[in-house]
């Protein structure tokens, strides 16, 4: 087997989820040159799971085989220390690639400075940056300047903000969208309408192709500024290019229609989406669902959950508690018992059902003067706790 079969297969490992398959894997390679090729892999399989333990041992085993000469498995801690929320680690982390005289990319300034302003302040972060500017075989990019800008947003400092993502434009490539996107999108939590839409005109100038993801962000944008009537015109641009209706475009707009109330024009642009081919995703029907329930719309919205819950089992999609209540307390107020039986078995499975949901459900079976076996054995399986009120209701039963 070569050494690029090898690196395939441990990503392939990783990718699948078989972190025990790759661990064994590299400890039976039979030179450092393959266990440099995969390491890396490993040790990026690690940071997924956001196991510390496990990749911090891993590290230092990388470390004394001789197998840490570049940037990357360091960086890869550092993600792992962000993603963990132990930012202190970041600085340590330079330290040991400063001693070991590991060069440092721009990924480790991006992300020492982001750790040094959530814990330590802005003058910390900017002492990184100016550090950075010094080093001359490191490149600032847009990506460094829209870390920077991050920070000062967070922190308050529009002024600054500001000043870093206009250096920041002067950075974005020419033949690249990404930097757009990101830029955008700092310039709209910014309430900066006017650069987002030329921002937006300027990435039509870049070779790639425009995307579906391009569209989302700038429509995302125009919503969260407001101004949907330049949404509208957005929408109507990428539809009229599009070959394959991507419903996750579509879904920003009817996210955006439901949730000021404009629940005809969603359902317009719902119809229309499925006119010309689109196919919703549990995104849409959350959206419809919930803008239904708001404007209580519940056969509508009893329809639109139904169709969510049948992808439940694809996708990492869960509706709140606060909706799920909402249909149960519905059922019970309209004694609908066989809607609400296959609502219980549906949030059992998916492990949503909570006590406020069960007691309404209990409260239908006793009205409709039919047997609980099934609730009260579902109760017992999801470990709901028997207090008074769910006590009373379940011996009720046995009266």
């Not at 087997?1 to 990718?15: G, P, Q, R, T, Y």
């Not at 490993?42 to 001789?66: D, I, P, W």
């Not at 400092?157 to 920041?168: N, P």
Request: contains cysteine; hydrophobic residues 40%; proline residues 2%.
């Amino acid at each position: 087997m070569s050494a690029a079969d090898h690196v395939s297969k441990m990503e392939l490992l990783i990718k699948v989820g078989d972190l025990a398959a790759a661990e064994q894997h590299f400890k039976l390679l039979p030179t450092s040159a393959l266990r440099r090729g995969a390491g890396f892999h490993l040790l990026h399989g690690y940071v997924q799971e956001r196991n510390t333990e496990k990749a911090e041992a891993f590290m230092s085993k990388l470390t004394g085989l001789g197998l840490t000469l570049s940037p990357y498995p360091f960086t890869e801690m550092m993600k792992l220390y962000m993603a963990t929320s132990k930012y202190e680690k970041v600085p340590l982390v330079i330290e040991q690639m400063t001693r070991n005289k590991i060069p440092k990319n721009a990924l480790s300034y991006n992300l020492w400075m982001d750790a040094c302003a959530r814990s330590s302040g802005v003058a910390e972060a900017e002492a990184v940056y100016t550090e950075m500017v010094r080093e001359e075989n490191v490149k600032v990019g847009w990506s460094t300047l829209s870390t920077l800008a991050d920070i000062y947003i967070k922190a308050g400092l529009v002024e600054k903000a500001v000043v870093a993502l206009k250096t920041a434009e002067t950075k974005l490539s020419d033949s690249k969208r990404l930097g757009y996107s990101f830029l955008m999108t700092q310039y709209a939590s910014l309430n900066r309408k006017v650069e987002v839409l030329r921002l937006w005109e300027a990435s039509k100038a870049v070779g790639e192709k425009i995307t579906c993801a391009n569209y989302m962000c700038v429509l995302s944008c125009l919503v969260k500024l407001g101004d949907l009537c330049q949404a509208e015109r957005v929408f109507m641009e990428w539809e009229s290019n599009c070959k394959n209706y991507d419903i996750r475009v579509s879904n920003v707009l009817l996210g955006a229609y439901m949730r000021i109330g404009w629940v005809d024009k969603a359902e317009s642009l719902h119809l229309r989406s499925l006119e010309k081919g689109g196919r919703p995703n549990y995104k849409t029907w959350e959206i419809l669902m919930e803008g239904w329930l708001r404007s209580n719309n519940m056969v509508k919205a009893i329809d639109a959950m139904k169709k969510g819950f049948a992808m439940l089992k694809d996708c990492h999609w869960r509706p709140s508690q606060h909706v799920l209540v909402a249909f149960a307390e519905y059922f019970e107020k309209h004694g609908n018992l066989e809607d609400a039986n296959k609502f219980i078995a549906d949030i059992h499975r998916a492990g949503l059902a909570s006590s406020p949901i069960y007691k309404s459900l209990l409260r239908i079976r006793l009205s409709a003067k039919k047997p609980a076996h099934d609730i009260i054995e579902m109760m017992d399986k999801d470990k709901i706790e028997m207090y008074d009120e769910i006590s009373t209701l379940v011996r009720a039963f046995d009266k």
